[in-house]
């Protein structure tokens, strides 16, 4: 038997970065359709904003093993709605996960296949539940960084085609200051 060996790191809950992980950024340019307001989108475009940063510990893809991510989601807004991660199923879609959020404030949105959807506010110490099935997205809603670290199968993997064409049953907006979680106008069945 040839085992992996143990390791330690280290996660900065200032930053949210975790030493030697991969980094991935994702720009508003990168997120084409994801924004309800297309108009505000093309607006914003001009500055290209990172809407997000990924520190990811990632393992090979085999049943059993973990992998881990710190996410820093940027405060802001395309229009009145909050900036937002893409969003994924799993490609293994029976593959369950935990976020911990550390900073900032937030919430995700989870969606079943048939769009049910569910909203959990997130703050420094939410643990949340993301289980087998469900598509799960988070946005901040805060103005500060909302950073947290989800724990995922490694062999989970992503699926965003579902809902970089049809989206969530909801959206997140900020309206007379409030947060406001409402339909999104552009979903279909
Ligand atoms: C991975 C986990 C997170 C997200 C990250 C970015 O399963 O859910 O690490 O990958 O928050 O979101 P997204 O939707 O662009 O992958
Ligand atoms: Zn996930």
Redesign the pocket.
Known sequence: MEYKEPFGVKLDFESGIIENAKKLV?KLSDMKGYYVDEEAYEKLLKEDPII?E?Y?VEQEEKDGDLNF?T?VLYPGKVGSEFFM????YHSKADRA?VYFALKGKGGMLLQTPEGEARWIPMEPGTIVYVPPYWA???INTGDEPFIFL?L?PAD?G?DYGTIKEKGFSKIVVEENGEVVVKDNPKWTE
Do not use: L
């Open positions: 994702r997000y990924v990811a991510a996410t991660t893409k969003g994924h996960e799960h997205r988070t989800a995922y989970a992503h």
